[in-house]
């Protein structure tokens, strides 16, 4: 188209760093891509064809229908009253708090594979995550897909059964739906408050990968039933920590490593009597808190889920963090 978008059991030290840390969390951010191969949103005056691609779901000559912007203007010069979001970004009906952002209607915006075959969506900047989320439809029935996420180690991680419901007929994991569709062939503008649907799919990292930055995502298409289109790529980004003033001289380790019950955090030499370390989870809230005790800090991990977390070092205003994981 055309208009302008992975109890606590095993501990992995991933990062070391020094300085005062910062709000620690878990981010839900769409993230940009490359990868689209089709144009399937209608916008601005003239007809669909003019103006995208392709067609979502694969139908036959006079059956086949596309996506709308607010500023299509249908066959009657009409324009329609329901249809995708002007700013291409919105956020979920199912995921509290996650958004995804379409690609520019003006230019593919769509990772479109009608029948068997594959592709990939490279993320622009790569990014380290717990989770990536996928949006996706399918056209003339559900499609049945995989999708390996591809880390810049050259390892992966495959997911397999997924299925994108048929854009008419999804009952679950719905994240945006009815804003109508355009005939592709007659330009007549379908308006609708429940159709079509767009669905997420979420894709939960191994915790031995959530430290790792993802390269891309490839999808296959395994059957040659529907035409999936996926259409957006967001993430739960990986919690961070600046490190601002690094100093080497201030000797922190994490042990043992891996973990199977315990963390032990040793302390530097000149440990005060006053230093601790804090453990917090990947939202930045404090979980536990240890005094240092004969250069070490001791944790009880058997309580706690499995993921990422920060042990922050402090000794009055000197602060190192060590980044952690746990399978």
Do not use: C
């Not at 180690?153 to 059964?161: A, L, N, W």
């Not at 609708?192 to 999808?219: G, W």
């Not at 490593?257 to 955090?265: G, H």
């Amino acid at each position: 188209m055309r208009n302008t978008f992975t109890s606590l059991r095993t501990l992995a030290l991933l990062t070391l760093g020094l300085g005062t840390l910062p709000a620690a969390h878990a981010t839900l951010m769409p993230v940009a891509v490359t990868g689209y191969n089709a144009d399937v949103v209608a916008d601005g005056a003239g007809t669909v064809i003019s103006s995208t691609t392709d067609d979502v779901d694969g139908g036959a000559v006079g059956n086949r229908f596309n996506f709308m912007t607010s500023t299509f203007i249908g066959s009657t010069g009409v324009a329609p009253t329901s249809f995708l979001p002007n700013t291409g970004l919105f956020t979920s009906a199912t995921t509290s708090g996650l958004t995804f952002q379409f690609a520019s209607y003006t230019a593919n915006n769509s990772l479109r594979i009608n029948g068997v075959g594959t592709g990939a969506l490279t993320l622009t900047t790569p990014r380290a995550a717990t989770d990536v989320y996928l949006l996706a439809t399918s056209g003339n029935g559900a499609s049945a897909f995989t999708a390996t996420v591809n880390f810049t180690d050259g390892t992966t991680q495959v997911f397999t059964g997924l299925s994108a419901a048929d854009w008419f007929s999804g009952t679950t994991n719905i994240a945006l739906r009815g804003f109508g569709r355009v005939g592709r062939d007659n330009n007549v503008i379908q308006n609708s408050t429940t159709d079509p649907r767009l669905y997420e799919f979420r894709l939960t990292l191994a915790a031995a990968n959530a430290s790792k930055t993802i390269q891309s995502v490839s999808i296959g298409k395994t059957a040659t039933t529907g035409a999936l289109n996926v259409m957006g790529v967001s993430i739960n980004s990986t919690l961070s920590a600046t490190r601002p003033g690094n100093d080497p001289s201030l000797a922190v380790s994490v042990f043992p490593n891996p973990a199977a019950s315990f963390l032990t955090v040793q302390a530097p030499a000149e440990a005060s009597a006053a230093a601790t370390v804090q453990l917090l989870d990947r939202t930045g809230r404090t979980v536990q808190t240890a005094p240092v005790r004969n250069r070490e800090a001791r944790f009880d991990l058997e309580n706690l889920a499995a993921g990422l977390y920060l042990a922050r070092y402090q000794d009055g205003a000197r602060t190192r963090t060590l980044k952690v994981v746990k399978h």
